[in-house]
């Protein structure tokens, strides 16, 4: 397992918690930024899918940031609906960088995450972009996000379970459809991919084979 390490940074309304993991490679290939699901409906950086998307980018070479959003664990400030949480995963990003130099950009996040890490893909034009169950209406249970979910990079890897009860498979299929964005649907997944982490993981993995990155 990747060595991981916690770290806090000064975010743009008070501190932000999260941890690294670090790849076993002294020079590491990419920086992985992961981004979780509503805190409000409990999400935090210690999420399921949000680990195993750490864990997986780490194994591909990368060094991998998930953290909380503000009001999360012990992330300073309250809820925004996408605004706030957008500038936070900006602040990791800057910090991110600032530690370790130049390299390219990898975007992900699980549901809200998604919707988040889409939005900031529009400032930050990562490399890589990876959205897990995206949120890509903006009425997400009785949550209205601050903003419709944008377009994205046509070889953005998405991945959305067949039977997602949160997301509805249709709403990203009409949301990618006028966008040409191919979507990889795991059949019987639910939202949070019971069982499926593994294969979750897999498809990350053979999406990376031999990319540059």
């Keep these: 397992m990747a060595e991981r390490r916690k770290f806090s940074l000064p975010g743009p309304v008070g501190q932000l918690e999260g941890v690294v993991h670090l790849p076993e490679s002294d020079e590491p290939r990419a920086i992985a930024l992961i981004a979780h699901p509503l805190t409000v409906d409990g999400g935090t950086m210690d999420n399921k899918i949000v680990t195993t998307l750490a864990n997986t980018f780490a194994e591909l070479g990368c060094v991998a940031f998930r953290f909380n959003f503000r009001g999360a664990g012990a992330s300073s400030g309250e809820f925004t609906g996408g605004d706030g949480e957008e500038a936070d995963l900006v602040a990791v990003a800057n910090f991110a960088l600032d530690q370790f130099g130049d390299l390219p950009l990898i975007l ?28 890509v209406h903006r009425l997400v249970a009785k949550y ?70």
């Excluded at 549901?111 to 034009?125: H, I, P």
């Excluded at 966008?179 to 059949?187: A, L």
């Design 108 to 135: 992900s996040g699980f549901s809200f995450g998604g919707y988040v890490a889409a939005r900031v893909s529009v400032q930050l034009k990562p490399r890589h972009l990876v959205l897990v169950g995206p949120s």
């Design 144 to 213: 209205q996000l601050s903003s419709d979910m944008p377009q994205v990079p046509k070889d953005t890897l998405l991945i959305h379970g067949e039977k997602d009860e949160i997301i509805a498979l249709d709403a990203v299929l009409d949301w990618a459809r006028p966008q040409h964005v191919p979507v990889v649907v795991v059949p019987d997944a639910g939202h949070f991919f019971h069982r499926r982490l593994p294969l979750l993981a897999d498809l990350v993995r053979r999406h990376f084979a031999g990319v540059a990155l």
